[in-house]
T-cell receptor, first 111, second 117 residues
């Protein structure tokens, strides 16, 4: 069925290195893709979104890449910091304004 | 401070005892939504509301009710809770989930951990 999923459940990264979190989607009708960060004991927090007609979007220390050919989405975090340790979710939205979330990837930043 | 609040934050109850989880936002958002979060399943949408008196089912609405009598409040009602509704629940709000050129950020509440015995 239609889904938004993540390749890796856990990602360990050295502090200062770049992190790349991947996400696959199966529905070509998705028109926005969104990344959320969830820290322990808190609700998800919006990071960045990308419209389906774009390939790349940059924010503060984060870049989202969208490859529609292979239906793949990634979030790159530059110079990963201890505060980046969290679970990251990709989500997609289509007509009807409903969000569908992927299963999440846990990022662990090693000092 | 702009925020989404939920109450209670933690609740342990028994099967069949009706309960309500409240959600309130102070950002004048039209869109509000409820999600449940379960290990390995991520967040799944239960119900959402585009505006006052407008509610729609999400992916997992069975066993839940909602109401939107006021713009700021969106309570989640479990008329007869069952153990499979043990979960972490999040309320969220935004101006609109999708505009022509961008997505309006959804703001999430702190979560309500519900245990149904």
């Amino acid at each position: 069925g239609e889904s938004v999923g993540l390749h890796l459940p856990t990602l360990s990264v050295q502090e200062g290195d770049n992190s790349i979190i991947n996400c696959a989607y199966s529905n070509s009708a998705s028109d926005y893709f969104i990344w959320y960060k969830q820290e322990s004991g808190k609700g998800p927090q919006f990071i960045i979104d990308i419209r389906s007609n774009m390939d790349k979007r940059q924010g503060q220390r984060v870049t989202v890449l969208l490859n529609k050919t292979v239906k793949h989405l990634s979030l790159q975090i530059a110079a990963t910091q201890p505060g980046d340790s969290a679970v990251y979710f990709c989500a997609e939205t289509r007509a009807g304004n409903k969000l569908t979330f992927g299963g999440g990837t846990r990022v662990l930043v090693k000092p | 401070e702009a925020q989404v609040t939920q109450n209670p934050r933690y609740l342990i109850t028994v099967t069949g005892k009706k309960l309500t989880v409240t959600c309130s936002q102070n950002m004048n958002h039209e869109y509000m939504s409820w999600y449940r979060q379960d290990p390995g399943l991520g967040l799944r949408q239960i119900y959402y509301s585009m505006n006052v008196e407008v509610t729609d089912k999400g992916d997992v609405p069975e066993g839940y009710k909602v109401s939107r009598k006021e713009k700021r409040n969106f309570p989640l009602i479990l008329e007869s809770p069952s153990p499979n509704q043990t979960s972490l629940y999040f309320c969220a709000s935004s101006l609109l989930i999708r505009r022509r050129d961008r997505v309006d950020e959804q703001f999430f509440g702190p979560g309500t951990r519900l245990t149904v015995l």
